[in-house]
C-alpha cells in the first residue's frame, strides 16, 4: 500500500542521548515535512525538505537535525540540545500539481524522556 | 506572516447533533484543506477546496471556501461518537512548499 510510514511508533530517550525517528514515503513525492504537536495544540514545523539533498529549518529547529539522501526517506534525529523533547512527532509528504498542494501524515512517533 | 484562526476551539455535543466549524485569516488562500485527527494518530484529510465559493461534500461532512478567499467552514451533520478528534484547517502558504495549519478545534461526542 501506498503510504508514510513512521517508526517506531513510541520511542524513549534518555537524558544526554540523541535519538533518530525514521520516516519513509512510497508516494513518489518530492516534499517531506517534519512536526512537533504538544498535548491539546497544534502542529509546528521544525523542518522542511523540497528535494533531495536540500532542506530548511521550519519554526522550531533548535535541538533537531535531519537529513535526505533519499527521496524516500527524512529521518529527524531530536539531540541532546533539545532540553524538552516530549512530544507527537508527525512526518508528512507532499506533492504539488499546478496550484494544489496537499500534505499526506504519517501516524506520527511519540518520544518520551526517561 | 500568515496565520489560520480556528474556532470554537473545543465544541462538547450530544451524538445526533450538528456541528459547525470555521477558519478565517487575514490573507487570502488559494486552496483551503480539512483535516481530522484521531486521538494518537497522525491528521487524515477529509476535504480539500480549490475554488472561491466552492462547497463540496464527503459523506456527513460539507465544507466550503468562502468567497472572500479569508474563510472557510466546515459542518458535521447527525454526529456520531466517532467523530471525536481533532479538525485541522490548512492552507498552503505564498509560495506552497509549505503548509499552514490552524490550531485545532477539538471535538467531543457525547452518546
Known amino acids: 500500500d501506498g503510504g508514510i510510514t513512521q517508526s517506531p511508533k513510541y520511542l524513549f530517550r534518555k537524558e544526554g542521548q540523541n535519538v533518530t525517528l525514521s520516516c519513509e514515503q512510497n508516494?513518489?513525492?518530492?516534499?517531506m515535512y517534519w512536526y512537533r504537536q504538544d498535548p491539546g495544540q497544534g502542529l509546528r514545523l521544525i523542518y522542511y525538505?523540497?528535494?533531495?539533498?536540500?532542506?530548511q529549518k521550519g519554526d522550531i529547529a533548535e535541538g533537531y537535525s535531519v537529513s535526505r539522501e533519499k527521496k524516500e526517506s527524512f529521518p529527524l534525529t531530536v539531540t541532546s540540545a533539545q532540553k524538552n523533547p516530549t512530544a507527537f512527532y508527525l512526518c508528512?509528504?507532499?506533492?504539488?500539481?499546478?496550484?494544489?498542494?496537499?500534505?499526506?501524515f504519517g501516524a506520527g512517533t511519540r518520544l518520551s524522556v526517561l | 506572516g500568515q496565520q489560520l484562526n480556528q474556532s470554537p476551539q473545543s465544541m462538547f455535543i450530544q451524538e445526533g447533533e450538528d456541528v459547525s466549524m470555521n477558519c478565517t485569516s487575514s490573507?487570502?488562500?488559494?486552496?483551503w484543506l480539512w483535516y481530522k485527527q484521531d486521538p494518537g494518530e497522525g491528521p487524515v484529510l477529509l476535504i480539500a477546496?480549490?475554488?472561491?465559493?466552492e462547497l463540496t461534500s464527503n459523506g456527513r461532512l460539507t465544507a466550503q471556501f468562502g468567497i472572500t478567499r479569508k474563510d472557510s467552514f466546515l459542518n458535521i451533520s447527525a454526529s456520531i461518537p466517532s467523530d471525536v478528534g481533532i479538525y485541522f484547517c490548512?492552507?498552503?502558504?505564498?509560495?506552497?512548499?509549505?503548509?499552514?495549519f490552524g490550531a485545532g478545534t477539538r471535538l467531543f461526542v457525547k452518546a
Open positions: 490548512a492552507g498552503p502558504n505564498t509560495g506552497g512548499f509549505k503548509t499552514i
Open positions: 525538505s523540497q528535494i533531495v539533498n536540500d532542506f
Open positions: 477546496l480549490y475554488k472561491a465559493g
Open positions: 490573507s487570502i488562500f488559494n486552496t
Open positions: 508516494l513518489n513525492h518530492d516534499a
Open positions: 508528512a509528504s507532499s506533492m504539488t500539481r499546478g496550484a494544489k498542494t496537499i500534505q499526506y
